[in-house]
C-alpha cells in the first residue's frame, strides 16, 4: 500500500526558482524521509525529520512536517539543472509497526536550463 | 569502497522461467530490502530481512522468493508464478532496526528486468 502521496506528480521550473513538493501520509509515523532518484537509479537518501520536529535544513533543502495534518514539505531553493530527478518520501511506523519504509509515488522535478 | 552492489543491470526473463537478482552489501549493514518500481510510480516494498536467517513479506511477495543465508546477501527470485514480472528492482539496506530508530535505506542501483 502507498502511505505516501506527493504532490504535485509533474514539475516543471526554471534555473534559480523554488521548488516545492508535498507529501502525504495516512497512519502515524516514526519519522518522515525524502528521497532523490535520477532516471534509471537507485534511490539516494536526503533528508530525515522526526516526528517531534517540526523544520529541518539541509544546504538548500528544507522539510517541513505537520504531524496534525499528516504532511510534509520538501523546498528546493535556487533549483538547478542537475536537481533535475523524481523525489520520493517515505515514512517509518512507531513500534510494533512495520519497520521498513513506504514510499509514496513521487514527484518529478524538471529544472529548465 | 563500501556501498551495495545489484547485478544484473539487465535481466530478461523467457515464459515459465524462474530468475534471481542479486543483491550483496559490504556496509556490515543488518537489514535488507526489496522494492519494486514500475514506470512512473513509487516503491513498492517485496520482502525484507532485519536480520540474517529472517525475512517477512511486504506488500507484494507473491510471485517472489527470497533466502538470507549470509549477511552480505539478500538474494531475490522472480518465479513463474509472478505474472507481471517487467519492473526495476530496487535492493536498498540498512543499519538494522535494533541499532537506531532513524535509520535512512542505501539502494543499489537498480536491476530492469524484462519478458521476452
Known amino acids: 500500500s502507498q502511505q505516501g502521496e506527493e504532490d504535485p506528480q509533474a514539475l516543471s521550473i526554471q534555473e534559480g526558482e523554488n521548488a516545492t513538493m508535498n507529501c502525504s501520509y495516512k497512519t502515524s509515523i516514526n519519522n518522515l524521509q525524502w528521497y532523490r532518484q535520477n532516471s534509471g537509479r537507485g534511490l539516494v537518501h536526503l533528508i530525515l525529520?522526526?516526528?517531534?520536529?517540526r523544520e529541518k535544513h539541509s544546504g538548500r533543502l528544507r522539510v517541513t512536517l505537520d504531524t496534525s495534518k499528516k504532511s510534509s514539505s520538501l523546498l528546493i531553493t535556487a533549483s538547478r539543472a542537475a536537481d533535475t530527478a523524481s523525489y520520493f518520501c517515505a515514512t517509518v511506523r512507531p513500534p510494533p509497526g512495520r519497520r521498513a519504509l513506504t514510499f509514496g509515488s513521487g514527484t518529478r522535478l524538471q529544472v529548465q536550463p | 569502497d563500501g556501498g551495495i552492489t545489484q547485478s544484473p543491470k539487465y535481466l530478461f526473463r523467457k515464459e515459465g522461467q524462474n530468475v534471481t537478482l542479486s543483491c550483496e552489501q559490504n556496509l556490515n549493514h543488518d537489514a535488507m530490502y526489496w522494492y519494486r518500481q514500475d514506470p512512473g510510480q513509487g516503491l513498492r516494498l517485496i520482502y525484507y530481512s532485519q536480520i540474517v536467517n529472517d525475512f517477512q513479506k511486504g506488500d507484494i511477495a507473491e510471485g517472489y522468493s527470497v533466502s538470507r543465508e549470509k549477511k552480505e546477501s539478500f538474494p531475490l527470485t522472480v518465479t513463474s508464478a509472478q505474472k507481471n514480472p517487467t519492473a526495476f528492482y530496487l535492493c536498498?539496506?540498512?543499519?538494522?532496526?535494533?541499532?537506531?530508530?532513524?535509520?535512512?535505506?542505501?539502494f543499489g542501483s537498480g536491476t530492469q528486468l524484462s519478458v521476452l
Open positions: 525529520i522526526r516526528s517531534n520536529e
Open positions: 536498498a539496506s540498512s543499519t538494522g532496526v535494533h541499532k537506531a530508530t532513524n535509520e535512512k535505506l542505501f
